[in-house]
């Protein structure tokens, strides 16, 4: 019997935006971390990070692991225009 394919890898554009909607929560912190250093890298110093409204489990996850990343200078829930409580506002150091 065949092993099943490995398949490809996501490719997500790296333009300041991170939509974890289609992400597994065990994937959301090597996922942060890894679109964080490839923001750095493209001088990209600003992050919006897209975790949804709902009950806020997600957006506990993601501010939970935004506390103790030492590449994050600080972040702050979206305004009206950013996409409010369902979306984080990241700086990077």
């Known amino acids: 019997m065949d092993e099943p394919a490995e ?3 996501l490719r997500i554009p790296i333009n300041g935006e991170l939509d974890l909607h289609t992400f597994r929560p ?3 912190k090597s996922l942060l ?3 964080f ?3 750095r890298a493209r001088g990209i110093r600003e992050v919006r990070v897209i975790h949804g409204k709902g ?3 997600l957006r506990e996850t993601v501010h939970a692991h ?3 990343s030492p590449g994050v200078a ?3 829930l979206g305004n009206e225009h950013s996409g409010g409580w369902g979306a984080t506002l990241v700086s990077l150091r």
């Open 26 to 28: 065990a994937e959301i």
């Open 7 to 9: 398949a490809d890898p």
């Open 55 to 57: 009950i806020g489990t």
């Open 74 to 76: 600080s972040f702050r």
């Open 33 to 35: 971390e890894d679109y």
């Open 37 to 39: 250093a490839e923001c």
């Open 66 to 68: 935004l506390r103790n």
